[in-house]
């Protein structure tokens, strides 16, 4: 690991410069990879914690376009440096640029920009699972910073998704707050063998550091060369992401993640984009159960764009390919990266969209299927289904892949995205005609469901 | 997938000479990853099969050094190419020759070279578990070359070693064949939740082909470089390996892999080496297996050099390391990569002696604990450990990576070292004094054990 130049400054206005080695860092393209230190302690909400789910917290329009002017008024800046961990952190967009269409619809974009609530950061932090990564005083004195912004929206996200999980199963969610000691952390949220979930598992992190120039130019991937001061570039990262497994082989796994980048130039002037998606995994197929997944997720995008449903099934479907077997790793539903248009006030409210989304897509189908009887065999076919998500997420999945490979991420984080069990049967192959051949069918041809 | 100029020679004296995709490939640095084409069937032994354990089978010493004259009297040739499977096949031999001690002891070797039988080489592959990958005719007419002999050595280790097995669960192997239509082929055997195995695979495969001469270069990383004819250099590559995976927690996973490679120079001259090792996963630590083990390989290695035990147990211990866990995968063995000296003969000779001593290795703890009784919490940790086992084939172990990224290789002989169950829970931690914990302490900080 090569020794670089780390610049940390606080929260507060202090800055201090010291020789570090890389210990962890930004997100990477994709996933359920949060960018953890391995310090965490176990945390208990807030008081008067409650689930807010129909409290649809929104967000005043700041109407800012493109580039938005940074400087003084900035988060309380920020933190992580190194070429390797930021190069990785950014191969998913790379690939996804060579290989992907790209989300350049800005002229098509519709006019809907939510308004926000004004209510008060504290009041909403109370309905967290645990008080946010940066300082609440912080988060107040920046309420208008899109990263202020992004950061409550992914606490809500995880605070929204934890309490549904927690109605339908009975049981609770652990919360692990940890912090990177190069700057941010995250909040993870698990329950394990509960009565409907297998493992369940929801996580927020909120990264903060330096770029080197390369390791910027290798970033952005649509040719821009950006200029740092004295070769440094400030950045930031945060995300929610999600994998639940279910216990009931008819109630279907989900994955979801939403997360935004940031990148200060020279000049003060930003470069940003969001990145995200939900897809399913189901263990056998429901129609129904997909055309409500689907359209769904295809409502949420259609209030935006009408090629953001139908471009973004095609790259999740892309994305989640698990290449050796030549199969999908389910049904898919969306996925983008790279997202800075038409601007970003729009961009974010289309991630909020998706990312409100994520309940009214899966809740409906787990409470439907929550008594459904099962047998063995389907309880074994599920089995065989985890052991292809675990070959997915270990060996394609960037942001696991980027996680595993740096050094002081939180492991137990990164990989919470595994099931508890798995199984490899040696030359599985389902007989013809039966309901696991049908999946299988589905798997290798993905379909358009809407 | 680059096309490449793809040239077979059947083994008979016909040559053809194609263009076609690659589709499969060498066998890569490590281990249990056999090189695959997609055309299997299932086979039952030849007749008068019969478990021939005591039957050592033994070599003419040849006294060939270093270099072997080739030409007209090889190996009916062959095969594939491909600049691309080739990097990857010996991408494992250029780490290791950055990142651990080298197999260059030539000049302390032992003089021990063990005599071979004559024993007709019909008679020979009657005890096999499939006929040959060679058709027998081929190696009865190269009775003398190393390729034909290591061929035999891992048929034989496949045999003897499924047939252990076989006796002490009552099971029977499932033995697939399957060729790769590039050239060359393999043999997988597997049994599946067996009464003592929960899941055993023992695989061999003899893959041929071309390299350009810039894979070549990749592939020798002792600054040689490759002269072909017209670019390219004859290959092949074979090997035997094999994971078994018992039900019960007192019984350890074992792991094992023997191979040899060669390659031809426009001269005719060879370069060859051989590579392999034998390592031990316990789920619990039990000194005295630990010692058993350990102790029985260094006798197989002392036999041959005194340095052989002491480097390769290190090699093992490192190459073995799942690195985001910061504990290796078990309590090790002996890990050995590009060995080419003192000679090819006696090379081969501790390549033998290596083959002979899994069964020796490993069935006396096998049967020492074939009646241990075990609680539901030790098979939960058996569970945890397994989906350690998971992490390091997926993540890290270059044979697996090697061959899920190859095009028409055969995923399910790849894939036959995982577990038939594993399981992932989040924050897993050991109670300290407990021996889980202890577990751990050995695998976090490798023992000597001789």
Request: glycine share 8%; charged share 25%.
């Amino acid at each position: 690991m090569a020794t670089i130049v780390l610049c940390l400054m606080a929260q507060t206005t202090t800055r201090r410069c010291l020789l570090a080695h890389l210990k962890g860092l930004a997100r990477a393209g994709e996933s359920h990879s949060p960018l953890v230190s391995a310090h965490s302690q176990s945390f208990t909400s807030l008081p008067r914690t409650r689930w807010s789910r129909g409290s649809s917290v929104r967000f005043m329009s700041q109407g800012t376009t493109g580039k938005t002017a940074a400087g003084g008024s900035r988060r309380g800046a920020l933190a992580l440096t190194g070429a390797a961990a930021v190069t990785a952190a950014v191969a998913g967009v790379l690939a996804n640029a060579n290989h992907f269409q790209r989300a350049e619809m800005a002229t098509k974009v519709s006019p809907a920009v939510v308004k926000e609530e004004e209510g008060d950061i504290l009041e909403r932090c109370r309905e967290f699972m645990s008080p946010p990564v940066t300082d609440i005083a912080v988060l107040q004195e920046r309420k208008g910073d899109m990263s202020t912004r992004m950061e409550m929206l992914i606490m809500e996200t995880q605070a929204d998704f934890c309490k549904a999980l927690q109605e339908v199963d009975g049981g609770t969610f652990k919360v692990d707050r940890w912090h990177r000691k190069e700057g941010g952390g995250g909040i993870s949220c698990v329950m394990q063998d509960g009565k409907v979930f297998e493992k369940a598992g929801v996580n927020v992190s909120v990264v903060f550091g330096h770029l080197t120039e390369e390791a910027a130019k290798q970033m952005r991937s649509r040719g821009k060369v950006l200029k740092g001061k004295d070769g440094k570039l400030p950045f930031c990262a945060m995300g929610v992401s999600s994998v639940i497994h279910p216990k009931n082989p008819h109630i279907p796994t989900v994955h979801f993640n939403y997360r935004y980048f940031e990148i200060e130039e020279e000049d003060g002037s930003k470069q940003w984009w969001f990145g995200g998606g939900t897809d399913l995994t189901p263990v056998y197929i429901n129609e129904e159960d997909a055309l409500h997944f689907h359209n769904t997720l295809k409502e949420a995008c259609d209030k935006h764009h009408s090629q953001y449903y139908p471009d973004f099934k095609k790259w999740c479907d892309r994305y989640f390919y698990i290449r050796h077997r030549g199969e999908t790793r389910g049904i898919g539903g969306i996925f983008f990266d790279d997202l800075d248009s038409p601007n970003q006030e729009e961009a974010f409210s289309f991630v909020k969209s998706c990312a409100r989304t994520v309940v009214p897509c899966y809740l409906p189908i787990v409470n439907k299927h929550l008594n459904d009887p099962f047998t063995e065999e389907e309880k074994d076919w599920q089995q065989v289904r985890r052991g292809r998500y675990v070959e997915f997420n270990l060996v394609y999945d960037r942001g696991v892949k980027f996680g595993l490979a740096t050094p002081g991420s939180r492991i137990e984080s990164i990989l919470m995205s595994l099931p508890l069990t798995a199984r490899w049967e040696y030359m599985h192959e389902p007989a013809k005609g039966t309901r696991e051949a049908k999946m299988l069918e589905v798997l290798q041809n993905p379909k358009e469901w809407v």
